[in-house]
Antibody, heavy 129, light 107 residues
Framework: EGQLVESGGGLVKPGGSLRLSCAASGFSFSDEWMSWVRQAPGKGPEWVGR??????????VYAAPVKGRFTISRDDSKNTFFLQMNSLKTEDTAVYFCTTHVHFCSGSNCYVLDAFDVWGPGTVVTVSS | EIVLTQSPGTLSLSPGDRATLSCRASQSISSNYLAWYQQSPGQAPRLLIYGASSRATGIPDRFSGSGSGTDFTLTISRLEAEDFAVYYC????????FGQGTKLEIK
C-alpha cells in the first residue's frame, strides 16, 4: 500500500518562504496526480493545489487564496513532490497534507478524480511574527 | 466556489445506533462528484466514499452514501466505537471544496 510522508514545516514570519516536501513509496509515483490539502486549526480541510502526472501533461492548478504565491512541482526520479510557499500570511497557518487522487474505471475507460485517496500524516506550518 | 453545508454540527449517538449525516451544496454538483471522509483526532482524513455512493477500498459496508444534485447523505448503519470521529464531505465537480464537518460523538 502506498505511503506519503511530508516534511519541511515550521515557524516562519509573515512575508517569509517555506518549502514542503512529500516523499512517496509503495506505488508508481510518476503515474499519480498529487495534491496538497491544508487544514487550519479547528477548521475543515482546504484544497491548495494539484499537479498532474507528466504523462497527463504535468500541469498545475491552484486554489484562489494561494495562486501566485505557492508553486507545486515534482521530481519523479526521487518520488518526491514539493510545495514552495512564498509571501506567507498568518492565514496560511495550518497542517499541510499531501495526497494522491482516486482512480476510477468504468469498462475500458479510466479517469482520475479530484477526490483524495492516500494521505500523509501532515506537517505543521505556523506563520507568526 | 461551491459551498458545502453539513448538518448537524454535532451528532450524539450510542454504539449500535444508525447515523445519518447531511451535506448540502450551494449549487448542483455535476456527475455526483461528492466524497466523504472520516477524521480521527490528530490523524489525516480517510476517504470513505466517492462518486456519492462508491465505497473506497477497505471501507466496511456499514458505510453508505446517497444523494444527487445538491443533497447528499452519509449513513452508518450500526455504529462501532471506532466510528466516533469528524466527517467531512467534499465536492470535486468544480475546484474542490470541503464542508465544515459533522462531529459524531458518543452519547
Amino acid at each position: 500500500e502506498g505511503q506519503l510522508v511530508e516534511s519541511g514545516g515550521g515557524l516562519v514570519k509573515p512575508g517569509g518562504s517555506l518549502r514542503l516536501s512529500c516523499a512517496a513509496s509503495g506505488f508508481s509515483f510518476s503515474d499519480e496526480w498529487m495534491s496538497w490539502v491544508r487544514q487550519a486549526p479547528g477548521k475543515g480541510p482546504e484544497w491548495v493545489g494539484r499537479i498532474k502526472s507528466k504523462v497527463d501533461g504535468g500541469t498545475t492548478v491552484y486554489a484562489a487564496p494561494v495562486k501566485g504565491r505557492f508553486t507545486i512541482s515534482r521530481d519523479d526520479s526521487k518520488n518526491t513532490f514539493f510545495l514552495q510557499m512564498n509571501s506567507l500570511k498568518t492565514e496560511d497557518t495550518a497542517v499541510y497534507f499531501c495526497t494522491t487522487h482516486v482512480h476510477f474505471c468504468s469498462g475500458s475507460n479510466c479517469y482520475v478524480l479530484d477526490a483524495f485517496d492516500v494521505w500523509g500524516p501532515g506537517t505543521v506550518v505556523t506563520v507568526s511574527s | 466556489e461551491i459551498v458545502l453545508t453539513q448538518s448537524p454540527g454535532t451528532l450524539s449517538l450510542s454504539p449500535g445506533d444508525r447515523a445519518t449525516l447531511s451535506c448540502r451544496a450551494s449549487q448542483s454538483i455535476s456527475s455526483n462528484y461528492l466524497a466523504w471522509y472520516q477524521q480521527s483526532p490528530g490523524q489525516a482524513p480517510r476517504l470513505l466514499i466517492y462518486g456519492a455512493s462508491s465505497r473506497a477500498t477497505g471501507i466496511p459496508d456499514r458505510f453508505s452514501g446517497s444523494g444527487s444534485g445538491t443533497d447528499f447523505t452519509l449513513t452508518i448503519s450500526r455504529l462501532e466505537a471506532e466510528d466516533f470521529a469528524v466527517y467531512y464531505c467534499q465536492q470535486y465537480g468544480a475546484s474542490p471544496t470541503f464542508g465544515q464537518g459533522t462531529k459524531l460523538e458518543i452519547k
